[in-house]
């Protein structure tokens, strides 16, 4: 079974950047649909975003189209999840999760991704 390793995140100023990095174990991983979810401190873990298998079609969450964005590169079986323009509002641990048979329907319900990261805290200050 495919397994997810992730890096990146941190702690930067309110307007700042960060990327985080998903890495697969598997090289099917390109078959994968990948998706970025966060959970804040006493909060519900909620969809981030998420990558077909192609790349060419992506989704988000209302709260972070225009600032964040999600990419893959195949050859290196690797997603990343670019944010720009964090607020306060974005501190959460992000996961990244995959799954092969992910329906778009249903693209921002979690129970479709059966493999997670790890997890990575990600703060930014005011």
């Known amino acids: 079974q495919v397994q997810l390793v992730q890096s990146g995140g941190g702690l930067v100023q309110a307007g700042g950047a960060l990327r985080l990095s998903c890495a697969a174990s598997e090289l099917t991983f390109s078959r994968y649909t990948t998706g970025w979810f966060r959970q804040a401190p006493g909060a519900v873990r909620e969809f981030v975003a998420a990558i077909r298998t192609s790349g060419t079609h992506t989704y988000y969450a209302d709260s972070v189209k225009g600032r964040f964005t999600i990419s893959r590169d195949n050859a290196k079986n690797t997603v990343y999840l670019q944010m720009n323009s964090l607020q306060p509002e974005d501190t959460a641990v992000y996961y990244c999760?995959?799954?092969?048979?992910?329906?778009?329907?249903?693209?921002?319900?979690?129970?479709?991704?059966?493999?997670w990261g790890q997890g990575t805290q990600v703060t930014v200050s005011s």
């Open positions: 999760a995959t799954g092969a048979w992910v329906i778009l329907s249903a693209i921002q319900r979690e129970e479709q991704y059966p493999v």
